[in-house]
C-alpha cells in the first residue's frame, strides 16, 4: 500500500537531549487542564481518590493481572521500549506492563512512579514501528505528568461509586466531562511525542489506521483514510456539527481519523522536522518560564475555529431557509 503524500522521509532516529514535553504539548491539552483545576470538587476527589489508595494501591489496581515487561518477558518490545526511552532521554524507566486484553489499547497509570500498560490486542495488530509510535505516545503521558489524572479519570469512568463511598456528596458529572474534554486534548500532544519517539511519520499514521479499523495493511490504504479524515472534518452542515459534539462528550480519546488529521497538520506545519533540527525547549527553566497566557491564546484559537465553523454552518442553514421562504411567496 502507498504512505500518504508530502510526509517527511524515514531517517535514524535522532536522541532529543532533555527534550521538554512543552515541546509537543497541543495548547488546548494545557488551556484544558487548567480548567479541569478549577472545576468545582476537582482537587478534593484528587486528594480524596489519591488518600484512599495510595501509591501501592493504584500500582496493585493496575498491575494484579498483567506481565512487566524486561529482558525475559516479552523481550523484542523491551527493546523497542529501550529504543524509545533513548530517542527522547528519559530516565528513570517507567515499568512497563502487557495486559492480556484482547482490545487495542495502552495507558500510563500511576502518581508518583508512573507505568505503562499496553494491551495484548496491540501486539498483535501493530509492527515494530507503529508499536514504537505507541510506546512514545504512552512516555509522552508519563513526560507531561499525565498519569496521576488519567487514573482519575479511569477510576470515576470504570469502578463502582459502592466501592468509593468516600466520593459520596461530590457532584461528579461536571468533574467527569472536564476529565473527558482534558484527556482527548492530551490524546492529540502524546500522538505528537509518539511522532518523535518513533520519527516514523508513516508508522504514526499507520498506527491510527489500523486502531480505526483493526485490519491489515494489504487491505488499507493510508492516503484513503487519510482523505477519508479530511472529508469528516469539512463536510457536513449544522446538525452534523453537533452530532459531532454529542458523539465525543463521552469518549476519552479523539476519532482515529481526527487525530490522524491533527498529527499530519502538525508535520506539515514544519514543527516535526524543526524538533529533529534541535530546535526545541529543553527541560528545566526554560520550558518551565513559558506562560500559561500563550497557551491559552492558542487553544482559544484552536476552539474559535471550531466554534467558528459551527456558527457558519447554522448561519448558512438560515440564510438558505431564508431565501427558500421567499422564493416560495414569489410564487404565490
Known amino acids: 500500500m502507498t504512505e500518504a503524500p508530502g510526509l517527511p522521509t524515514q531517517r535514524p532516529r535522532k536522541i532529543l537531549t532533555q527534550i521538554a514535553p512543552v515541546t509537543w504539548e497541543h495548547p488546548a491539552d494545557r488551556a484544558a487542564l487548567q480548567a479541569l483545576r478549577a472545576v468545582p470538587g476537582f482537587d478534593q476527589v484528587v486528594k480524596k481518590i489519591v488518600g484512599f489508595f495510595g501509591e501501592r494501591g493504584i500500582r496493585l489496581l493496575f498491575q494484579a493481572n498483567a506481565v512487566r515487561v524486561g529482558p525475559t518477558q516479552f523481550p523484542k ?12 532521554d528519559w530516565e528513570p524507566r517507567p515499568e512497563l506492563f502487557v495486559s492480556q486484553t484482547p482490545f487495542v489499547n495502552a495507558g500510563a497509570f500511576g502518581m508518583e512512579r508512573p507505568f505503562i500498560v499496553i494491551n495484548s490486542g496491540a501486539l498483535n495488530l501493530l509492527d515494530d514501528d507503529e508499536m514504537r509510535a505507541l510506546l512514545g505516545h504512552e512516555l509522552g503521558h508519563v513526560m507531561s505528568g499525565h498519569a496521576l489524572y488519567h487514573t482519575i479519570l479511569v477510576l470515576i469512568l470504570n469502578v463502582s461509586l459502592g466501592f468509593l463511598p468516600f466520593l459520596a456528596g461530590i457532584v461528579l458529572l461536571p468533574i467527569q466531562l472536564a476529565l473527558l474534554e482534558w484527556y482527548r486534548k492530551s490524546e492529540l500532544s502524546s500522538d505528537r511525542a509518539g511522532l518523535l519517539a518513533s520519527q516514523d511519520p508513516p508508522a504514526s499514521l499507520r498506527m491510527f489506521l489500523k ?3 483493526g485490519g491489515d495493511m ?3 490504504d493510508l492516503n484513503a483514510f487519510l482523505v477519508q479524515a479530511k472529508e469528516y472534518e469539512e463536510t457536513g452542515g449544522a446538525m452534523d456539527r453537533v452530532f459531532k459534539i454529542l458523539n465525543t462528550l463521552g469518549q476519552s480519546h479523539p476519532f482515529n481519523t481526527l487525530r490522524a488529521a491533527e498529527l499530519q497538520r502538525w508535520i506539515e506545519a514544519g514543527h516535526y522536522d524543526r524538533v529533529l533540527r534541535g530546535e526545541y525547549a529543553k527541560r528545566g527553566p526554560e520550558a518551565e518560564s513559558r506562560p500559561l497566557e500563550q497557551d ?13 465553523a459551527a456558527v457558519q454552518d447554522v448561519v448558512d442553514t438560515a440564510k438558505r431557509a431564508a431565501q427558500a421562504f421567499s422564493d416560495a411567496l414569489k410564487k404565490k
Open 296 to 308: 491559552i491564546d492558542e487553544a482559544r484559537d484552536h476552539y474559535m475555529k471550531e466554534a467558528k
Open 77 to 88: 518490545l523491551n527493546a523497542l521500549y529501550t529504543d524509545v526511552l533513548t530517542s527522547m
Open 218 to 220: 494489504k487491505e488499507m
Open 211 to 213: 486502531m480505526a479499523g
